[in-house]
């Protein structure tokens, strides 16, 4: 990339996000500008899907529960059953004696797996990440 190609910028951050990105950046063996443009670009296609909404899209969510929260699992099944057309595939994984690991791979309109989203984000998960392409 030639130096007419490259903009230099200027942000103000909390020390301390910035010293644990940093320290993330360097055991990858990155370079703090390189790690920033690759999160920048995480965040607009993160965002850009959204845009869409009658575009077909895939992707995985990616749940973290705690499989003792009373009716946890009901609810979610209850969830995935009526969207039952978008999941191609769930996995479900104990990591020790109450956390569960859940994940959905998707495929449908950009709508409908945002509708998932908000019904599974509306219940009490400990963790819920998501990763949806074009």
């Not at 595939?89 to 998707?106: A, F, G, K, P, Q």
Request: charged fraction near 30%; proline fraction near 1%.
């Amino acid at each position: 990339m030639s130096v007419e190609g490259v903009a230099r910028i200027s942000i103000s951050l909390p020390r301390d996000l910035l010293d644990e990105f940093d320290t993330i950046v360097e055991s990858a063996g990155q370079d703090r500008s390189k790690a920033i443009q690759q999160s920048m670009r995480n965040y607009m296609t993160e965002h850009r899907w959204a845009e869409d909404l009658k575009s077909k899209v895939s992707g995985v969510i990616v749940m973290l529960l705690d499989h003792e929260t009373p009716g946890l699992e009901d609810e979610l099944t209850d969830i995935q059953h009526d969207f039952l057309r978008l999941i191609n595939s769930t996995t479900h994984v104990h990591l020790d004696e109450r956390i569960c690991l859940e994940t959905l791979v998707v495929r449908g309109k950009t709508s409908e797996i945002r509708s998932l989203i908000e019904a599974l984000s509306s219940k009490r998960i400990l963790q819920l990440r998501h990763m949806i392409v074009g």
